[in-house]
């Protein structure tokens, strides 16, 4: 049976990103490519919406960016002097055509273009309001409460769309198109990123500046949390349509969401990366002879703790870059071995050493406990577990797929319960505040603190009224009094 599975199902998964060009008459094929890099952040579908002067084009599919769009017949028809594109990871069961963004939609001035990359935490609460005056929903994705919102709003696109994201509580970073502009927005928190870029003339919106070294565009700045710009053929225009709020940007982008060569909120991800490995090194050093790194996402923070620890860095884990999306189901006595698809041991640099592998995140364990069991079949003496982040142990609501906090290993088990569950000699994570440190800060503001680091912390910074609504009405109704 031939089926398909979760590129790795031990780790958190982004749901998504985001790509416009405005102005450019290549700009489907752009498009493409700015969505080709960043694939990493949804591999179950993709779709591009061109607008040419007289109407839109749009295509969309399962599947990934390369296949979808690697066919030049498919970009010709998607022509105009602006497009925007999406890619998408689902979080529950098989992705639905309906479902692939960038939605469209009629409405009274014209077509309106919409991809989003993050979670509205009020959207079933919405929805259910919605329903009730009339609205007919086409997808169930929560990007579709936008487009009602914007459709029974009165004004000019842009007053309409205010008024819309005004409604909406949760993390965002949204595209929208209309005929003659394009719009990028953050949440007023920042969750998700959103970067500005300019390839000649024309002014480009991502989810990450990776998208722009692709198509040889300048990265030009973020997008600031709560900040709304409108790009016409006239230029670029800032609107500030929230009340200002503190930033929360995700923290767990630089861990391991973001590609390592992007810049996010003026820091490089790669040294991002690097500086917590050191941090890691000076809090969890230990004795060994190689640093291993747990490729891909371990490999900029193994690079650090190696060059704080002085134990030489060697790639102790070769990884198969050619395991697909799908492949054939093997027995559940092969599928134990599934790991061994993805990694095996290099056991030149392996056998008779005391080993130090470096990991960005342990989300169900299943794959640590694998890689430890891996390098001690070939021969290291010892091996000791570091992990970039701190433990995972709450559920993330703001766009990343998490596992139930029931099935999250930390949630319910102590660093010492795990260490024995993955079977390593000795176990630590990076604590929050030298996770805090590699950012470039003191520590963690208690009282304020810097990002969002809700999947370690607990601490919510944006209400989840759905799941309260669902939990725990007495609270919502509480913070409804209190102006919470
Ligand atoms: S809960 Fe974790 S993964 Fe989700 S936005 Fe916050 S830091 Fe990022």
């Given at each position: 049976?031939?089926?398909t599975?979760?590129?790795d ?5 982004e ?11 290549e ?6 490519l ?7 952040r ?6 591009i ?6 109407q839109?084009?749009?295509?969309r599919e399962?599947?990934l960016?390369?296949?979808i769009?690697g ?14 594109g999406?890619?998408?990871y ?8 309906r479902?692939?963004?960038p939605?469209?939609a009629?409405?009274?001035?014209g077509?309106?273009?919409?991809a989003?990359n ?9 929805r259910?309001?919605?329903v009730?005056r ?18 029974t709003?009165r ?5 309409r769309m205010?008024?819309a994201?005004?409604q909406v509580?949760g993390?965002?970073s ?14 007023p ?6 970067v500005?870029?300019?390839?000649g ?6 989810s ?5 070294d ?7 700045r ?5 900040e709304?710009?409108?790009?016409t053929?006239d230029g670029?225009?800032s609107?500030w ?15 391991y ?5 992007s ?18 090194a000076s809090?969890?050093f230990?004795?060994?002879d190689?640093?291993?790194?747990v ?13 704080a620890?002085?134990i ?6 070769i990884?198969?870059?050619?395991v ?6 093997p ?7 599934g ?11 392996v ?8 990991d960005?995140?342990i989300?169900r ?31 993330c ?9 029931e ?15 993955i079977?390593?000699d000795t ?5 929050m505040?030298?996770?805090y440190?590699a950012?470039g800060?003191d520590?963690?503001n208690?009282?304020q603190?810097?990002y ?13 009224t759905?799941r309260?609504?669902?939990?725990d ?12």
């Amino acid at each position: 049976m031939v089926t398909t599975q979760p590129y790795d199902d031990d780790k958190l998964h982004e749901e998504c990103a985001v790509f416009g060009i405005f102005g450019h008459p290549e700009s489907a094929a752009l498009t493409a490519l700015g969505l080709h890099a960043l694939q990493h952040r949804g591999q179950e579908a993709a779709g591009i919406v061109s607008s040419d002067d007289v109407q839109f084009h749009a295509h969309r599919e399962i599947g990934l960016v390369g296949d979808i769009f690697g066919d030049p017949r498919v970009i010709d028809r998607l022509s105009g002097h602006s497009a925007m594109g999406h890619t998408r990871y689902s979080t529950t069961g098989e992705p639905m055509l309906r479902n692939v963004q960038p939605l469209f939609a009629e409405l009274e001035f014209g077509g309106l273009s919409i991809a989003h990359n993050g979670n509205l935490t009020n959207a079933a609460t919405m929805r259910k309001d919605l329903v009730s005056r009339g609205c007919i929903f086409q997808s169930t994705t929560d990007t579709e409460n936008i487009v009602h919102l914007i459709a029974t709003r009165r004004g000019a696109p842009v007053e309409r769309m205010i008024s819309a994201l005004r409604q909406v509580e949760g993390a965002y970073s949204i595209i929208a198109m209309t005929q003659d502009s394009m719009v990028g927005v953050r949440d007023p928190l920042g969750v998700r990123p959103l970067v500005l870029g300019r390839l000649g003339d024309s002014y480009i919106l991502a989810s990450e500046s990776c998208a722009f070294d692709i198509i040889a565009a300048d990265y030009v700045r973020d997008i600031e949390p709560g900040e709304l710009v409108v790009i016409t053929k006239d230029g670029l225009r800032s609107h500030w349509p929230f009340p200002k709020q503190k930033q929360r940007f995700c923290i767990f982008e630089y861990i391991y969401f973001a590609r390592p060569d992007s810049v996010v909120e003026g820091l490089s991800v790669y040294d991002a990366r690097k500086r917590i490995g050191v941090e890691l090194a000076s809090e969890a050093f230990v004795e060994a002879d190689v640093i291993i790194p747990v490729p891909d996402s371990g490999v900029p923070s193994a690079l650090g703790f190696s060059q704080a620890s002085n134990i030489p860095f060697e790639f102790g884990i070769i990884r198969n870059h050619y395991v697909g999306r799908t492949f054939i189901e093997p027995s559940e006595e092969i599928r134990h071995l599934g790991v061994k698809l993805k990694h095996s041991a290099n056991r030149a640099h392996v056998e008779g050493k005391r080993v130090v592998l470096v990991d960005d995140s342990i989300v169900r364990g299943t794959t640590s406990k694998k890689i430890v069991e891996m390098m001690r079949l070939a021969g290291a003496s010892e091996v000791h577990m570091r992990v970039s982040s701190p433990p995972t142990n709450n559920s993330c609501y703001y766009g990343v797929d998490t596992p139930e906090r029931e099935k999250l290993l930390a949630a319910n088990n102590s660093v010492e319960e795990i260490r024995r569950l993955i079977g390593a000699d000795t176990l630590a994570f990076i604590s929050m505040d030298g996770l805090y440190r590699a950012m470039g800060h003191d520590g963690r503001n208690q009282d304020q603190p810097q990002y969002c680091d809700a999947c370690f912390s607990g601490e919510y910074p944006i209400q989840l009224t759905d799941r309260l609504r669902e939990h725990d009405p007495r609270q919502l109704s509480l913070l409804a009094e209190t102006g919470g």
